[in-house]
């Protein structure tokens, strides 16, 4: 989270887009977090706008207070460098003059372009017939929990060596973890919560066939096994085993209905794209994109010239 938080700060500096370049404006009810010169840069409402577009659908407030710190640091150092700029007179140097009005233009036309999709997006309705329907059709796809079994392995490139594990740990599956960790002669990997489909975290989503279909075969857990992949033996041990929990549908729902939404917008955006080409006049330069005719081509052609003027 803190690699991300950084990584977030740093992007939105480089591309200048913190909305608080000019003095701010302060609410009476809010509070201001930060001050230069003893007037107010920044406030709690902004800041906390501003790292919620950094987390994403992550409630900002939930972060732990020593985050948010760093990331005010950010800001920190951030706003002195704007304030120094500032005092160096800045705003009118030639270079920032050019630099603004060319980024004023483009801010413009990306807005523009915003808006319009975001009307076209806002505008699309889903029934709430179509909602239920996806339900049913991919209830099963719908997981809260993942079901299936919970399977580990260690794989030998010697078949020997696996048996000789197979053997000594049947005795004592509980220590198969701690133990397959610690094998110098095998490979060991978690593999998850395994079930019949290839759902999962991604870890469980790359078990091979081999291991899941024998892990799903095992009855009396836990238990262990050996597998045989190619020139690879596995020995794998299968703990437990739960049924998958599903989402309701009213717990799902509006999820369903964003994604649906989303699908439709595209069919719309992409229609729409279409209909605004025959709208408009489009020309395009298309003797630019073309690529540049070797020697042995240009004598081609001009033979091929010269023959049809012998026509």
């Excluded at 938080?5 to 913190?18: F, S, Y």
């Excluded at 999820?255 to 917008?265: A, C, E, G, P, Y």
Aim: hydrophobic content about 35%; charged content about 40%.
């Amino acid at each position: 989270m803190k690699k991300m938080l950084g990584c977030a700060v740093a992007l939105v500096l480089l591309a200048g887009c913190w909305p608080w370049g000019k003095d701010t404006a302060v609410d009476k009810n809010d509070v201001v977090l930060l001050e230069i010169d003893k007037k107010p840069v920044l406030t709690k409402t902004e800041f906390y706008k501003e790292v919620g577009g950094m987390v994403g659908n992550m409630d900002p407030t939930l972060l732990p207070k020593s985050t948010l710190r760093k990331v005010l640091d950010d800001l920190t150092r951030f706003e002195l460098v704007v304030a120094a700029a500032k005092k160096q007179g800045l705003k009118k140097d030639a270079d920032f003059v050019g630099a603004y009005k060319e980024q004023k233009r483009r801010l413009k036309k990306l807005l523009l372009s915003r808006i319009y999709e975001k009307k076209l997006f806002d505008n699309i309705a889903v029934p709430e017939s179509e909602i239920k329907s996806d339900f049913e059709k991919n209830r099963a796809r719908y997981v809260k929990e993942q079901g299936g079994v919970h399977v580990k392995g260690i794989s030998y490139g010697d078949r020997d060596k696996a048996m000789r594990f197979y053997d000594d740990i049947k005795g004592d599956m509980n220590e198969f973890g701690s133990r397959g960790k610690k094998e110098k002669d095998g490979k060991f990997k978690e593999f998850g919560r395994v079930g019949a489909e290839e759902t999962g975290d991604y870890a469980a989503r790359m078990v091979p066939k081999e291991i899941r279909e024998s892990a799903l075969k095992l009855s009396a857990l836990p238990a262990v096994d050996v597998v045989k992949i190619g020139k690879e033996t596995w020995v794998i041990h299968v703990s437990d085993k739960r049924d998958a929990v599903l989402y309701t549908y009213d717990e799902i729902k509006e999820r369903i209905m964003n994604q649906l939404k989303v699908n439709r917008f595209m069919e719309l955006r992409n229609k729409k794209y279409e209909e605004l080409k025959k709208e408009f006049t489009v020309d395009v330069y298309e003797d630019y994109f073309k690529e540049p005719v070797t020697a042995e081509e240009s004598e081609e052609l001009a033979l091929e010239k010269e023959n049809n003027n012998d026509k």
